[in-house]
């Protein structure tokens, strides 16, 4: 218990990066507001950078934080287009339900 | 979320004075060796992976703030708290990035999530204007329970695995990344700029693209569709069918 507390190693690290993904799966499957949905992936983006980030500093090895660079840049585009889809959805019918958008149109 | 505040800025303080002290013998037997060559500036630092007690409090106050951000996210009704308490959960993350050595990450994490991608978050939460009715559909409540036995059975597993993980050199992955084969920091912007416009060069005209293109779909998405086309009444808006009711006798 006592080496588990003070003792932290690159486990403790990913354990972290593992339950904040787990957190933001449980937010895509339970929420239904879009907003949040987007917010949840935003948060497994990260756990999946803090990850890479880990085996990067583990290994010695640069690319991971080159790649976790590029994620963050898809994550921003990500964003941008899903919340103009929520603005465009929002304009047509007056809610961003996920469980109320049953059709393509408006 | 006064308690976890308190608890974690007490966490903070105590982490911060213990890693200082500690610090502060190791300091001594490096005076004589650092003559040499060109020293790394963040070689006094204290190393994580090593059973550092100051350094331990400090990872656990910032996976606390992270975790709990988190849980704030998708536990709120109010928008707002939610995106507030993803900032909180950034800013937890990006001080776990500094720990790892990745100095230009943790700080392009600020920026870019907890500065530009929140800021927008709230730009379209204030623009939707809308109070959350239930956060939790009453028809999902038996998915959500199956699905969080499923989840608290995969973060056992996964913890069981992670904790086992162990580095390919311990030795060397304990002690603080030098200089890259370039002579430059670890993790420094210099280090990273290096590799990403060396071998990741590719990725990075692909993300310009990308980035590109997102741009242009987001203004084509978001703008108004047809100016001439006539508003929807209320009643389509909200997806309210008024004709079954109105045709019964």
Redesign the interface.
């Known amino acids: 218990m006592n080496d ?13 990066a ?3 993904f ?6 895509v ?5 879009a ?2 949905i ?3 992936v ?2 497994m983006l ?1 756990a999946a ?2 990850t890479l ?2 085996f ?5 090895d ?2 991971g ?6 994620v ?10 899903g ?6 959805v ?7 339900d996920v ?2 958008l049953t059709t393509l149109r ?1 | 979320m006064k308690f976890l505040v308190v608890i974690v800025t007490a966490m903070l303080s105590f982490g911060v004075a213990h890693s200082i002290a500690e610090a502060q013998p190791a300091k001594q037997p490096q005076a004589t060796t650092r003559v040499e060559t060109k020293i790394s500036p963040h070689m006094d630092r204290v190393e ?2 090593a ?3 100051g ?2 409090l400090l ?2 106050a910032f ?1 606390a703030a ?2 709990g951000g ?2 704030f ?2 536990t709120r009704r109010n ?1 707002i708290a ?2 507030m308490g ?1 900032v909180g ?2 800013l937890g ?1 990006s001080a ?2 500094m ?4 100095h ?2 943790s700080v ?2 600020m920026l ?2 907890a500065g ?2 929140m800021v ?2 709230v730009f ?2 204030m ?2 204007n ?1 109070p ?1 009715d ?4 009453p028809s ?1 409540r038996i ?2 329970g199956i ?2 036995v499923a ?1 608290l059975y ?2 056992g597993r ?2 069981m695995m ?7 050199n311990p030795a ?2 304990i002690a603080a ?1 030098g200089l ?1 084969p370039e002579g430059y920091d ?2 420094s912007v210099k ?2 700029g290096t ?2 416009f060396g ?2 060069l590719f ?2 005209e692909a ?1 310009s693209i ?2 590109l ?3 242009v ?3 084509a ?2 703008r ?1 569709l047809h100016e001439d086309e006539p508003t ?1 009444t ?1 009643d389509e ?3 309210i069918d008024r004709t079954h009711r109105d045709s019964k006798p």
Request: aromatic share 10%; charged share 10%.
């Open positions: 588990i507390l003070f003792n932290v190693g690159y486990g403790h690290f990913l354990v972290l593992a339950v904040l787990l957190i933001g799966v449980g937010g499957m339970v929420r239904r507001n907003l949040i987007l917010m949840s935003e948060l990260n950078n803090m980030i880990t990067a500093r583990m290994w010695g640069l690319s934080h080159t790649f976790a660079l590029i963050i840049a898809v994550a921003a585009a990500e964003a941008s287009v919340l103009a889809i929520v603005v465009a929002f304009r047509g019918r007056r809610n961003v469980d109320r408006h | 994580t992976p059973g550092n007690k350094m331990a990872f656990w996976a992270s975790v988190a849980l996210v998708v928008l939610a995106v993803m959960s950034f993350i776990i990035y720990m790892l050595y990745a230009f990450l392009v994490q870019v999530y530009a991608i927008l978050f379209v939460v623009i939707l809308r959350e239930e956060p939790v559909a999902r998915g959500a699905a969080g989840i995969l973060v996964l913890v992670l904790m086992k993980v162990q580095p390919p060397k992955a990344p890259t670890w993790g280090a990273v590799d990403l071998q990741g990725p990075f993300i990308t980035l293109v997102a741009v779909g987001a203004i998405i978001a108004p929807p209320e808006r909200l997806g």
